[in-house]
């Protein structure tokens, strides 16, 4: 069947070349939205490195010299790091709160950042200039409960970062194939300074920058803020981890004691947040984005399938002569039906090779998605490829399978009749 199946095809060589021609543009259209379709949802799958449930912001203002309440400063650097300690210590010893943190330029969903390489004392292995500097007290691996690389638990990391030792994320030297726990015990350099290093005490789970960033490129590192030798006053990242079982009206109750209880010389709160609010409000325009481009990916997936399903129609449509020949020559139903599908999938199997070449060219030229520091990689390629013949195959089923039935169901007389 194969056999004549390819001969028939050749036989009508000018029918087959204009839809083959269309099979292979509407395999690559496809290619090219599986592809970028499946890299968004992979990256905003992969694991965010940190946990926000039960997590709030807490915003921290300082009174002007025009309010009645405020009392000048003699050193002013480190009175403010003082109260923010104060304050710091008030909430930490809330009966709900489980653990809290100052930091600056650190908390996620920031999109303020401050950045500097790390590199290997004594050896040319450095992290890019982009890697996130994350400045904070020791809570904060406990706030968003960072994971150690090699199973470390956040207090164990909260440790380390007490002692001064240095976090980095495990995938800080990706680009030369290492993890960054193979130099934990080494001295880095961290601040862009070869001469002053700092130990490498441990390294945690790549943290993420946002939902719409993937951890590839995501290298951090957390140093100690020391306060209040080297605190500023816009150093005001105030966190807060709420016990689970006592997540209950946090940001009422806060607020309620605010003036009583939590105001710390010029320091007072103004604000209390969740960070699931804090996500929403940072991510809102990536969000409207993606959205924007589904859309407009599933409206572009909508015209494929009806262009290529009305095709498929037409062609079998105009087919029922030969259908109530192979009828009348004794075919079975069955086997028309095999016939007229498996040709139409052999037309599709023929332009394939030639739409993967394609596809790699488009790659090459880093026209697709980019991914793991890639837009060619070869599994990556096959696997949206496999994934457009497969969305191929089911409109052809589609296409030829429901006006073949109905074909077939017209007596072969009345069919070459009406022909």
Same mark, same amino acid.
Not at 146 to 152: F, H
Not at 259 to 286: E, P
């Given at each position: 069947m194969t056999k004549k199946l390819l001969t028939q095809i050749k036989n009508e060589w000018r029918s087959n070349l204009w839809l083959g021609v269309e099979l292979l543009l509407v395999s690559v259209v496809l290619w090219y939205v599986v592809d970028y379709l499946c890299i968004r949802t992979a990256i905003y799958l992969e694991p965010r490195g940190f946990d926000i449930s039960h997590t709030y912001l807490i915003g921290v203002d300082e009174l002007t010299e025009t309010s009645p309440d405020y009392h000048p400063y003699t050193d002013q650097a480190k009175e403010q790091g003082d109260e923010m300690l104060e304050l710091l210590d008030r909430i930490q010893h809330r009966p709900e709160v489980e653990a809290a943190s100052l930091s600056q330029n650190s908390y996620p969903y920031n999109g303020s950042n401050s950045s500097s390489p790390v590199g290997l004392a004594g050896d040319t292995l450095t992290s890019s200039d982009g890697t996130i500097l994350r400045r904070?007290?020791?809570?904060?691996?406990?706030?968003?409960?960072?994971?150690?690389?090699?199973?470390?638990?956040?207090?164990?990391l909260a440790e380390k970062l007490e002692h001064d030792e240095l976090l980095v994320s495990d995938n800080l030297f990706e680009r030369y194939g290492h993890r960054a726990s193979e130099y934990i015990g080494h001295q880095l350099y961290a601040n862009g300074d070869t001469v002053q290093t700092i130990t490498l005490g441990a390294t945690y789970k790549p943290v993420r920058y946002s939902d719409f960033h993937s951890i590839y490129g995501s290298a951090s590192k957390s140093v100690l803020m020391k306060i209040p030798s080297n605190f500023v006053n816009w150093a005001r990242e105030l966190c807060v981890r709420v016990? %689970?079982?006592?997540?209950?009206? +946090?940001?009422?109750?806060?607020?309620?004691?605010?003036?009583?209880? #939590?105001? &710390?010389?010029?320091?007072?709160?103004?604000?209390?947040?969740?960070?699931?609010?804090?996500?929403?409000?940072?991510?809102?325009?990536?969000?409207?984005?993606?959205?924007i481009h589904y859309v407009g990916m599933g409206f572009l997936m909508l015209n494929v399938f009806l262009g290529l399903l009305g095709t498929f129609w037409f062609r079998t449509q105009q087919r029922r002569g030969e259908i109530a020949?192979?009828?009348?020559?004794? %075919?079975?139903?069955?086997?028309? +039906?095999?016939?007229?599908?498996?040709?139409?999938?052999?037309?599709? #199997?023929? &332009?394939?090779?030639?739409?993967v070449i394609i596809d790699y060219n488009l790659a090459r030229l880093e026209l697709n998605e980019y991914y793991y520091g890639a837009y060619d990689q070869l599994p990556r390629l096959l696997l949206c490829a496999g994934i457009a013949f497969a969305l191929i195959a089911v409109m052809i089923l589609i296409g030829i399978g429901i006006p073949a039935h109905q074909a077939m169901k017209i007596q072969p007389a009345q069919a070459l009749h009406d022909e």
């Open positions: 904070a007290t020791p809570d904060f691996v406990r706030v968003f409960r960072y994971e150690g690389a090699n199973g470390e638990t956040p207090e164990q016990k %689970a079982d006592q997540d209950v009206n +946090f940001i009422e109750n806060l607020k309620r004691d605010a003036d009583s209880q #939590l105001r &710390v010389g010029n320091m007072y709160i103004t604000s209390v947040r969740s960070f699931k609010d804090q996500r929403t409000a940072f991510q809102s325009g990536w969000i409207s984005g993606m959205r020949l192979h009828k009348i020559h004794g %075919a079975t139903n069955g086997a028309v +039906f095999s016939r007229l599908v498996c040709e139409g999938l052999w037309l599709l #199997l023929l &332009v394939t090779p030639l739409a």
